[in-house]
């Protein structure tokens, strides 16, 4: 009966947190343009935030509740569904071309910030230093993101794609779904949170471990789905464009407020040997793969196979160290 109701909240939580985060996102965008800021701008910065509020909602309701292993198990584990699993699903629908400067600009940020990130790391434990370091991190990004925009308004890749996709709604009614969804997300990562806690003790796995797997998977579903729109629309550059923002807010924001609520945080040793050096490993994959160091960059479906085989390699992985963990 209490396992059926520990599914129960965490399938109920992952509908209502996705559906919560397109509302949040939706009232979001439309409130921006309502106020004049850029399609551009919104698209790189406002949606950005707005698929990674789930992530981070969860990991704040997990700090709050004592279960910082969820946290840092989200924020890594869905940087790497990003980008091995819904990249992977993505560019098998429809192969991914790459076209927009400033997502060549991106890449190598984001593989500056995860280095900066694993020297943070490195000593096992996320201060309140790490916190403030990661926080600015994600501050200076979007500050940057705002000003390269501004500058790059003839990137017109990103831009008609962008167009299509931020809703022209009265600025009422953005308000309204902006609270809404807010709302939402906040009822429904309490709801999962409780239910991930209690399923991690009912089978006695670590919260890390559930925070790698079924939180990690769950947050990133509304990257899938923005993803795979994207690829059908053939929007190729809002495909990528948004899993690296989301990646970038995950590493930076969903790590660094829990370290701001609740430093220091314990990290378990093979965080940063196993889980780290994976998600490091595969941005270095999709940085050859998408850059395009002599024209447009691409993903085509092979490499989405090869992400796809590399997702389910890390699970496999995940599933033996639990294994031999209840063996000994």
């Known amino acids: 009966m209490l396992l059926a109701q520990y599914i129960i909240a965490i399938i109920g939580g992952f509908i209502v947190l996705v559906w919560g985060a397109d509302r949040f996102v939706y009232g979001a965008a439309g409130a921006a343009r309502n106020i004049g800021v850029s399609t551009l701008v919104i698209g790189l910065t406002v949606v950005g935030f707005g698929t990674s509020a789930p992530e981070i909602l969860v990991s704040i309701m997990a700090v709050l509740e004592g279960s910082p292993g969820i946290a840092v198990g989200n924020a890594i584990g869905s940087n790497i569904a990003n980008i091995a699993l819904v990249l992977g699903v993505t560019a098998l629908v429809s192969p991914l071309f790459v076209g927009s400067k400033i997502l060549k600009r991106e890449f190598p940020i984001m593989l500056f910030a995860m280095v900066v990130a694993l020297f943070l790391l490195y000593d096992l434990q996320l201060s309140l230093i790490d916190g403030l370091i990661l926080i600015s991190g994600i ?78 998977i769950g947050t990133s579903l509304p990257e899938l789905a923005t993803s795979v729109m994207s690829a059908i629309k053939k929007e190729h550059d809002m495909a990528i464009g948004n899993i690296i ?26 965080v940063v040997s196993r889980d780290y050096m994976v998600m490091l490993g595969l941005s270095i994959v999709l940085f050859v793969f998408a850059y395009g160091f002599k024209g447009p960059g691409r993903i085509n479906r092979i490499e989405g196979s090869l992400l796809l085989l590399a997702y389910f390699a ?15």
């Open 139 to 216: 501050v200076a990004f979007t500050v940057w993101l705002i000003k390269i925009s501004r500058d790059q308004d003839n990137d017109t890749a990103l831009q008609e794609e962008f167009e299509s996709e931020i809703p022209h709604i009265p600025l009422k009614k953005a308000i309204l779904w902006t609270l809404g969804g807010l709302i939402l997300l906040l009822i429904s990562s309490q709801v999962l949170v409780y239910g991930a806690v209690n399923l991690a003790k009912y089978f006695g796995v670590s919260d890390l471990i559930i925070g790698l797997t079924i939180i990690a």
């Open 245 to 270: 923002g989301s990646n970038m807010f995950n590493l930076l924001a969903v790590l660094g407020i829990p370290a701001l609520l609740a430093s220091p945080i314990p990290l378990a040793a093979e």
């Open 314 to 328: 890390y699970m496999g992985s995940l599933y033996m160290s639990v294994t031999a963990a209840h063996s000994t």
